[in-house]
């Protein structure tokens, strides 16, 4: 009943800022809480190592993390209320001021410092703490509110805690990095110098202002557009590449942390230039796109649909099968295609209608329309002379 009274408390409705409706639900759920209660929130975010616990078991994970903070948050001069997960590793903290005691943020800082230490030993990650000022129960609802505004603005420095009394929020003061110079070292191929050139203007402007999470995200769309053009250029089609969990989960995560936005530029940067030297490679191209035709000739092979497996233009493509084959792309898929088809009529009793369809020929006319200009016969009189 007290965890569902402080939820409600932290889920930020309006109606809560009431010291009425505040009074009721201590009543309702029988509590012995007073207004004047002087309350202090604690907001904890957290970043598990790669291949941690917090990664591979995050209800083994969370169960470590609970038995550590509330081994950590124990002191005469206060008691811990609630610790909740708000969402997914971000977890508030509610210590409660004992009335002989006047409330220190100090107090909660020095656990707060320790903690960073045992999560990082411990609990192999790093975390962020961020403290609200101490407030009666009955405004608590307001500084919340304050407290989860300032989370989702801010970038966290890993390791560190932060006071909510001194954030400020401010218009995003946002001057772009050398964009000429990033786009010159895609061009040489120089992906780690492009790394160091990011990372320093990151760290950087971390020393200069508060970063908050516009100004990472104007960052962050310079430098995905930067690559997508790079990627144009070299007639590769970034849109269809860059697509499923690894980067939708990397992308969501890269405005939480100067660290999370140096791990998505990785994966942007490394990726697009792994991709550059596959294609710069055409004899490797073309073998993929062979292969595909050879085990996959029932579906559809259409320029667009193959372009898209090797992430390129279509035309481009095109261009480039021939220049490594000498044929064009939509007779060497009629080739493989009626190759298969002979390989059935030889092998299987199967109609003609139902191979033409395994070969991905819905018509029958025009498979073997097709078949005849490749072999000189019908699919039946091929049959038949076999």
Known sequence: MQEHFWRKLMTGKTSYSNPANITHLIAEQNLSYALTDRVLPLLIHIFPYDESLGKKDKDLFDFAL???????????????????????????????????????????????????????????????????????LEDINQVMKDLLSMNDMIIKY?????????????????APPDLTLLEQLLEQNKPDAFLEETSGYLHNISHTQMLNASVLSLFRLDMVQ??????????????????GRTN???????????????????????TATEYRNFTEQPNSVVEEIKHHIRTHCGDDLSRTSLAEI???????????????TGIPLGNYIIQARIKVAKHLLETTPLSVNTIASKVGYTNYSYFTKLFKQETGCTPVDYRKNR
């Open 248 to 270: 939708d989960q990397l992308f969501m995560q890269s405005l939480n942390s100067i660290e999370d936005m140096e791990n998505y530029l990785r994966y942007l940067v490394n």
């Open 226 to 243: 930067l690559v997508y053009a790079y990627l144009k250029s070299k007639e590769i089609l970034a849109h269809k590449m860059y697509t």
């Open 310 to 324: 090797v992430y390129l233009n279509p035309d481009y493509l095109a261009r480039l099968f021939k220049k490594e």
């Open 158 to 174: 890993r390791n560190q805690t932060f006071l909510l009394e001194h954030y400020h929020q401010s218009e995003a003061s946002y």
């Open 66 to 136: 609970l038995n550590v903070l509330h081994e950590l948050f124990q002191d005469s001069r206060f008691t811990v209320e609630s610790i909740l997960e708000l969402k997914e590793y971000n977890w508030m903290a509610v210590l409660k001021w004992t009335d002989q005691d006047q409330p220190d943020s100090a107090i909660a800082q020095a656990i707060c410092a320790t903690f960073i230490q045992r999560a990082n030993k411990y609990l192999k990650c790093d975390t962020c703490c961020i403290l609200a000022a101490t407030g009666k």
